[in-house]
């Protein structure tokens, strides 16, 4: 069964950064491209960023390009999302996601939820 | 960036019912290669998105044949044929054809 696991949320000030982490299990993490999307408090879908399966391509909107980094650890099967210079409009539940084909986002972890708040 | 415009914004519905919501792009979806990136997921309340169709029509793994997608360019729509009370929530249409990636505003189902 796939699994995907978010952890790292917490309240934040502005300014400031978090590390979010996916533990993903249940198929080979390495075969498979992997995002981040964020949902705001009562609001849509955004997405936030992407990574290859190597790690050696990633991509980002301009909402986050700059601020965000995406990385993955492979042997550890774990996904991350490093947040730089926090605004409060980052505040979200935060999900990994696995990527079959582009943004067709086929499995989700249960989210994480990043206030940015001072 | 790529506007995805989902239509009606809310939809009432009685359990048997056939609905449809349509996604409506500000730009062809249609790659170069041919293909065209867009996707339908479903969210239930309190619950993470689940995947109901991509590339347009294909049905995901373990998701009920009553639904359905359709449409070219532009313009998508999502069918259900005969809502169960299981389907309420918030659909959303998703594109990947053109960076950045992006999602139509949503259409929550609700019972009438």
């Known amino acids: 069964e796939v699994q995907l696991v978010e952890s790292g949320g917490g309240l934040v000030q502005p300014g400031r950064s978090l590390k979010l982490s996916c533990a993903a299990s249940?198929?080979?993490?390495?075969?498979?491209?992997m995002a981040w999307v964020r949902q705001a408090p009562k609001k849509g879908l955004e997405w936030v960023a992407t990574?290859?399966?190597?790690?050696?391509?990633?991509y980002y909107p301009d909402s986050v390009k700059g601020r965000f980094t995406i990385s993955r650890d492979n042997a550890k099967s774990s996904l991350y999302l490093q947040m730089n210079s926090l605004k409060s409009e980052d505040t979200a539940t935060y999900y990994c996601?696995?990527?079959?084909?582009?943004?067709?986002?086929?499995?989700w972890g249960q989210g994480t939820l990043v206030t940015v708040s001072s | 960036d790529v506007v995805l415009t989902q239509t009606p914004p809310t939809l009432s519905a009685t359990i048997g019912q056939s609905v449809s919501i349509s996604c409506r792009s500000s730009?062809?979806?249609?790659?170069?290669?041919?293909?065209?990136?867009l996707h339908w997921l479903l969210q239930r309340p309190g619950q993470s998105p689940q995947l109901l169709i991509y590339?347009?029509?294909r049905l995901e793994s373990g998701v009920p044949n009553r639904f359905s997608g359709s449409g070219s360019g532009t313009d998508f729509t999502l069918k259900i044929s005969g809502v169960e009370a299981e389907d309420l929530g918030v659909y959303y249409c998703?594109?990947?054809?053109?960076?950045?990636?992006?999602f139509g505003g949503g259409t929550k189902l609700e019972l009438k």
């Open positions: 590339l347009v029509s």
């Open positions: 990574i290859s399966t190597s790690g050696s391509r990633t």
């Open positions: 996601a696995r990527c079959t084909i582009a943004a067709s986002f086929a499995y």
């Open positions: 998703v594109q990947g054809t053109h960076a950045p990636w992006t």
């Open positions: 249940g198929f080979t993490f390495s075969n498979y491209y």
């Open positions: 730009q062809s979806l249609l790659h170069s290669n041919g293909n065209t990136y």
